[in-house]
């Protein structure tokens, strides 16, 4: 518990075995671009319980090992659609508890090995057909407390592996 609310983009530079970095629990509103280059061994990441209200495309480019990511707790409203992109390892993402209101398509294509995405107490109204296609580890999902109306057809084909399935108000 610090309060931090900024952090310059170089601040990490040299930690190149670094393996987990705990920044929850701050007042970070933004964070640079930058701020993870260099941060090649690095295999969780928790940002949760800040005030990020959007982050850049490019921020988690080079974590290639990160197995767990973590924004739960902010105050993120939107995501692009490429900020996943390069995460091939990523086995836990969590989303919970910030102010999405929707999620481009293919914002999940790349994560072929997550097996828990949280995406409750969110402001997701609707959900497109495909945005869960290629999960085939996925085991959770957690979609509790949004604002969902209706879901496509085959919103949920492919996921043989889930478990648990969080639909509740």
């Known amino acids: 518990n610090n309060s931090l609310t900024a952090l ?12 987990q970095l705990g920044l929850s629990d701050n007042k970070l509103s933004a964070l640079p671009e930058g701020i993870f280059a260099g941060l090649s061994q690095l295999q969780e990441l928790s940002l ?16 290639s090992q990160l197995q767990l990511l973590s924004l739960s707790h902010n105050k993120l409203s939107a995501l692009p659609q490429g900020i996943f992109a390069g ?3 990523l086995q836990e993402l969590w989303l919970n508890d910030n102010k999405l209101s929707g999620l481009p398509a293919r914002i999940f294509f790349r994560l072929s090995k997550l097996k ?10 609707e959900l ?7 999960l085939s580890q996925l085991q959770l999902l957690s979609l509790q407390n949004n ?8 919103i949920f084909a492919g996921l043989s592996q889930l478990q648990q399935l969080g639909l509740s108000d």
């Open 128 to 134: 497109p057909e495909a945005v869960f296609a290629k």
């Open 8 to 19: 310059p983009e170089g601040i990490f530079a040299g930690l190149s075995q670094l393996q």
């Open 116 to 125: 828990q995405l949280g995406l409750d107490n969110n402001r997701l109204s």
């Open 87 to 89: 995460l091939s390892q």
């Open 48 to 63: 949760r319980h800040n005030q990020l209200s959007g982050l850049p495309e490019g921020i988690f480019g080079g974590l």
């Open 147 to 154: 604002s969902l109306t209706a879901l496509p057809e085959g």
